[in-house]
């Protein structure tokens, strides 16, 4: 019989990753491209996901790569409006900041400068798949494994969600690196700092052509 002093124990109940021309989600391939624009590879995978969301067009390439690396989960997936987000990365919203700058030497543009927080996109996220849900978003030097398990088991263990969609979400200079994962209690992967790490670097081994 489980002891009340026991903490609860959560696994990865699925992952997405996105780099290189590729979609993965779990081990699966299932996407892959050789387009080298940013632009053209983000509507190409858009297309390929079947998503009907206009919105998605106009949005800065962070959110656009959220969206996509989102959509894998919640359409399988059926998760409530209580679902948590807990994103990190590097460069902060950096990319859409240089391009906003360089609007300003002409005229400002309102649409892009609502996308100079990295946070934007999990309301946009949010707005998508009807969350009413925790999120934080963290900036950090590389991909820390320990804080996005911390931060998510403190969700989890508190109550304040049902499952955490959490990782790393990357764009500097049009590279693009992402690697978001499903936390639940529902059995598969254990959630640890090791298998996170496992799950994350593995993308850096794995064949790019």
């Known amino acids: ?41 983000l509507k190409a995978c858009y297309d390929f996901l079947d998503i009907k969301y206009p919105k998605f067009h106009k949005m800065d390439g962070l959110s656009k790569l959220g969206i996509l690396a989102s959509e894998p989960i919640f359409n399988k997936y059926e998760l409530t409006k209580e679902t948590a987000l807990v994103f990190s990365n590097n460069a902060s919203s950096l990319e859409t900041d240089l391009q906003f700058q360089k609007t ?19 309301g946009e996220i949010s707005i998508k798949y009807k969350l009413q849900s925790e999120n934080a ?9 320990d804080l996005l398990k911390d931060y998510t088991e403190s969700l989890l263990n508190l109550g304040k969600a049902p499952d955490v ?29 090791e298998n996170l790490k496992n ?11």
């Open 1 to 41: 019989m489980k002891s009340n002093n026991m903490p609860d124990q959560f696994y990865i109940q699925d992952w997405i990753r996105i780099k290189n021309g590729r979609i993965f989600t779990g081990e699966k391939l299932i996407f892959e491209s050789t387009e080298k624009n940013l632009t053209c590879f």
């Open 104 to 122: 300003t030497n002409t005229f400002s543009s309102p649409s892009l400068f609502i996308y100079t927080l990295p946070n934007i996109v999990l």
């Open 137 to 145: 978003f963290f900036i950090s030097e590389c991909f820390q494994a």
């Open 165 to 193: 969609l959490c990782g790393w979400l990357d764009l500097q200079n049009g590279e693009y690196d992402v690697f978001l994962c499903l936390v639940s209690k529902e059995k598969n992967i254990l959630f640890s700092e």
């Open 199 to 209: 799950l994350y670097y593995a993308e850096n081994e794995k064949p790019t052509h």
